[in-house]
């Protein structure tokens, strides 16, 4: 049984920040009520946003929604009575940007249907039923992405995709078109690779806009089936969203110089001759990989002051010309297929400072020889130094 408060009662539950079960009763009507919950979306809304909601196409349903309906609360001086004691935010001296004409009462179908969004289907007929953006998102996210149950398949294909990243083939492209949107493509968004792994039929939503539903793979194991013009507006809305472009086709780099071709460099291969014990007992095996776009002979100009070349002179062992390719990006992919064999050694510069070489690796001269026809022949990205077979070895 429910237990009469006394004056006393009231008065310590008052102390306390408290109100008495059933001391009072409401003194607003239904629709006041209704205003007022209303409204409170629409602060939660701009706690977690920092700004009003606002209209257009680009925004969230539910933004929208609030934006309408702050519009609506704006214009009617029975909505401002009810509601200026509550605005702390001050959102009833806000302007819209974009004035719409609304309903007379605060209906979320009739909001919606201002919008031009049907709601005869279920899913958006339970939007009213929604008390926050945040809400909104979580349920999002359990009802779109589940756990990927073949992702197997897939875990290669991102191993694959980050090591082209890495070597060059591939690039980050800024987002810019829902034509991008494929089967195949590739994406980052939310901090995640995302890839299109398959499409449905393309067809005409309540905007009389062209859309498809998406079998989206994310590398952390997990999957969304969410629509293509979805992916669109989370790759618009993030910041650090990107196109993870197709792999560069075709050989990276000729030796044969075409009509029109522009000289870009040169690969160069050195030995050593310095008295180090490790590279004295393995003077056939050390050598030093680079590129440049100098003279080879300029470059190596006092090696022996240089603790890049271990602070000793050099002997040129091999030379590639190279035309059309970025210099940088192809030292980094030579050293990214040497790395497990580079030479771990410290050397002291000319003022007594330990300095670690990075250019410096324990792999025999025909086996550069091979590296370098692979990337002629584009082939070169599948493969990396393996140290105990001494050869080049593929998929790892």
């Known amino acids: 049984m429910a237990k009469d408060f006394t ?42 946003h920092g ?21 609506q609360i704006r214009a009617k001086a029975d909505c401002r009575v009810v509601i200026e004691p509550l605005d702390h935010q001050g959102l009833l001296a806000g ?22 969004v049907q709601s005869e289907t279920g899913g958006l007929t339970e939007l009213r039923h929604v008390r926050s953006a ?49 089967p195949g ?22 905007q009389g806009r062209t859309d498809a539903r998406l079998r989206v793979i994310f590398d952390n194991g997990t999957q969304s089936n969410m629509l293509m013009r979805s992916l669109q507006r989370a790759l618009n809305k993030d910041e650090a969203g990107r196109r993870i472009t197709d792999p560069v ?43 440049t776009n100098m003279a ?19 002997e040129v062992v091999a030379t590639y010309e190279l035309f059309n390719i970025n210099r940088a990006r192809l030292e980094h992919l030579i050293h990214r297929i040497f790395g497990p064999a580079r030479l771990e050694i410290e050397i002291k510069d000319r003022f007594g400072q330990p300095v670690i070489p990075r250019e410096w690796f324990l792999v025999p001269l025909f086996v550069i020889d091979e ?12 493969y990396i130094y393996d140290p105990k077979a001494a050869s080049l070895v593929e998929g790892m």
């Open 95 to 116: 302007e819209s940007p974009t004035p719409v004409s609304v309903p007379d009462e605060l209906d979320d179908d009739e909001l919606l249907a201002q919008l031009g």
């Open 371 to 382: 590296a370098v026809e692979k990337i002629r022949d584009g082939s070169i990205f599948n």
């Open 7 to 48: 004056d006393e009662d009231d008065a310590i539950l008052t102390a306390l920040g408290a109100e008495a079960e059933g001391s009072k009763a409401s003194s607003r009507t239904p629709r006041e009520e209704r205003i007022i919950a209303g409204f409170e979306e629409i602060q939660r809304f701009v706690e977690q």
């Open 51 to 71: 700004r009003a909601p606002q209209h257009g196409e680009d925004r969230d349903i539910f933004e929208r929604l609030y934006a309408v309906r702050l519009d």
């Open 185 to 206: 493509t590739w994406f980052i968004v939310g901090g995640l690779k995302a890839y299109v792994a398959e499409s449905g039929e393309v067809f005409t939503n309540a």
């Open 296 to 314: 080879v002979e300029q470059r190596i100009a006092g090696a022996r002051l240089q603790p890049t070349f271990l602070m000793a002179d050099v």
């Open 249 to 291: 086709a075709g050989p990276l780099f000729s030796s044969m110089r075409s009509e029109g071709d522009e000289a870009s460099g040169t690969i160069y291969v050195l030995r050593s001759k310095s008295d180090h014990p490790m590279v004295s007992a393995n003077r056939e095996l050390v050598h030093k990989i680079g590129v």
């Open 134 to 182: 945040e809400e909104k998102r979580a349920a999002e996210e359990i009802a779109n992405r589940e756990q990927c149950e073949d992702f197997n398949r897939f875990k290669p294909l991102f191993e694959e995709v980050q090591r082209q990243i890495e070597n060059g083939e591939r690039q980050l492209r800024p987002f810019e078109l829902k034509a991008e949107i494929r």
